[in-house]
């Protein structure tokens, strides 16, 4: 079983900052990519950032200049550092992780439970 725990989701004046991690543990061959992706109420859940395992990211166009994800593959955590943050910022904040759980396995999407974040004055 893979799990993944979110923490750092909580209630940030605009413009102000907040810092998302998540850890993976469980049984699995190898990760590719871990990411935060957001949904708000009414809206489908939208890609944030993703790091691949050697370092690549992927940035949401709304987000860029402001977060930047980072990852430590020896702990198989990714953190999402949130500056001048934005009304338009508040969601649940869900961490993705995608991995292998064997050689021959294919490429699995796992989802953490979310985090919820809260931009308001």
């Known amino acids: 079983q893979v799990q993944l725990v979110e923490a750092g989701g909580g209630l940030v004046q605009p413009g102000g900052s907040l810092t998302l991690s998540c850890a993976a543990s469980?049984?699995?061959?190898?990760?590719?990519?871990m990411g935060w992706y957001r949904q708000a109420p009414g809206k489908q859940r939208e890609l944030v950032a993703t790091?691949?395992?050697?370092?690549?990211?992927n940035y949401a166009d709304s987000v860029k200049g402001r977060f930047t994800i980072s990852r430590d593959n020896a702990k198989n955590t990714v953190h999402l550092q949130m500056n001048s943050l934005k009304p338009e910022d508040t969601a649940v904040y869900y961490c993705?992780?995608?991995?292998?759980?064997?050689?021959?396995?294919?490429?699995?999407?796992?989802w953490g439970q979310g985090t919820q974040v809260t931009v308001s004055s």
């Open positions: 993705n992780l995608g991995f292998r759980r064997s050689p021959i396995a294919t490429t699995q999407n796992y």
């Open positions: 469980g049984s699995f061959f190898s990760i590719n990519t």
């Open positions: 790091m691949s395992t050697g370092g690549s990211t």
